[in-house]
């Protein structure tokens, strides 16, 4: 299951901005450049009287940011840069590329399949301050789900938070717990959790679990120690013992799945999973959960998303324990023939695309997927960050 949209040409794009253009600016006399009003005999700028395509070209070098800042210096660019397919267009082009999504940021990729009224036309062809609403509001999508405008629109942290903070970082809290399962921690050339073990740069072992909440046949856990000061506790769950696993590997077979027992829904037929007793005091005492999905493997899993609602929802009805997806490939060059290329393929499967693959947005807990590579575990930090955030731990900017 790739789950890629298709794309949409850029000679569509170009003739919708063309039309727009020949609309509302069809003197080139009527293009005002000029922020100042009051200037009575303005005229039109060198990127204003440029060609459609080159301006279209122009704007594709351009990051969501410094494109809303263009639409804000005139009239002429405010609508040129609000185009839907414009948006739609970079949509489709940078989404399989984005690093991570969220339960708040997650395209409705159902739009992204709604069709065209005509390739000839805007998707948004309304009159300046119309009352009816576009179709769809792809800048909106765009801005709302790409990491770098999330990252750019948020507010800075006012000195006095960020001494809160420190003060409340001096006071012991408790260690959060978490449980981690999912086959990217045993169908991967490069062991996930070996890895973590022993990647001190990265996230340093603090020791294992404390005694007192050790859980029968799954043990205490290890600590780690995020950004020096703030610990957390990660139990992991296998789907069968290393034996099996090595087994299974070597043989190029499944590996049994001994977290569930499984049955089969007598009127869809459709299997149904049941976490183990070990497994569900494991769900009732953690604080939230990661899965380690393989982002290498293009098809879907043995019912993981299925797997994943028997997990959460076993965890005493509770929906606000989040769930992180490290979405993750063994080496960087895994992903490197995805890169600059117009049709992404299968050597990683998008996060937006592993989303969808497991369906988190059946979820009603808060979830986050997040590209990881196993080798140089790049990308898990920003992931634990957000566990914990969500987890109700104060972190403060370094």
Known sequence: MSGHVPGLSESVVVRSLRRLRERYFPDSSAVTAAVDTDQEDSQPGFLESLPVDLQFLIMTFLSPADLCLLGATCHYWRRMVRDPLLWRFLLLRDMPFWSSIDHLSMPQLELLDAPLIDEKESLDDREEGADTEPRVDYMAEYLRGSPSCRQQWLPSVAPYKVLT??????????????????????????????????????????????????????????????????????????????????????????????????????????????????????????????????????????????????????????????????????????????????????????????????????????????????????????????????????LHSR
């Open 165 to 394: 903070s420190f003060l409340q970082s001096l006071v012991v809290s408790t260690e959060p717990r978490y449980a981690m399962f999912g086959p990217g921690m045993e169908q991967l050339d490069v062991s996930f959790v070996t890895r973590l073990l022993y990647a001190p740069d990265v996230l340093p072992v603090s020791g294992s679990g404390h005694p007192l909440r050790q859980i029968n046949g799954i043990g205490s856990g290890i600590s780690f120690l995020f950004n020096n000061q703030h610990k957390l506790n990660i139990l992991t769950l296998y789907f069968n013992n290393r034996a099996e696993r090595e087994r299974a590997r070597a043989q190029q077979q499944n590996v049994n799945n001994k977290l569930f027992t499984v049955g089969v829904d007598v009127d869809s037929g459709v299997p149904t999973y049941t976490p183990a007793p070990h497994v569900q005091q494991v769900c009732q005492e953690v604080n939230g959960f990661i899965y380690v999905a393989n982002a290498e493997r293009v098809d879907e899993g043995e019912n993981e998303p299925a797997q994943i609602q028997a997990l959460l929802s076993s965890a005493w009805g509770s929906t606000s324990r989040p769930l992180l997806v490290l979405s993750c490939v063994s080496r960087e060059d895994r992903g490197s023939e995805t890169q600059h290329a117009g049709n992404p393929i299968a050597k990683r499967v998008p996060c937006v695309y592993m989303a969808k693959r497991l369906e988190l947005t059946t979820l009603e807990n808060p979830w986050m997927v997040q590209d990881v590579v196993v080798e140089s575990l790049s990308g898990l930090l920003d992931g634990i960050s957000w566990l914990l955030r969500c987890s109700g731990v104060k």
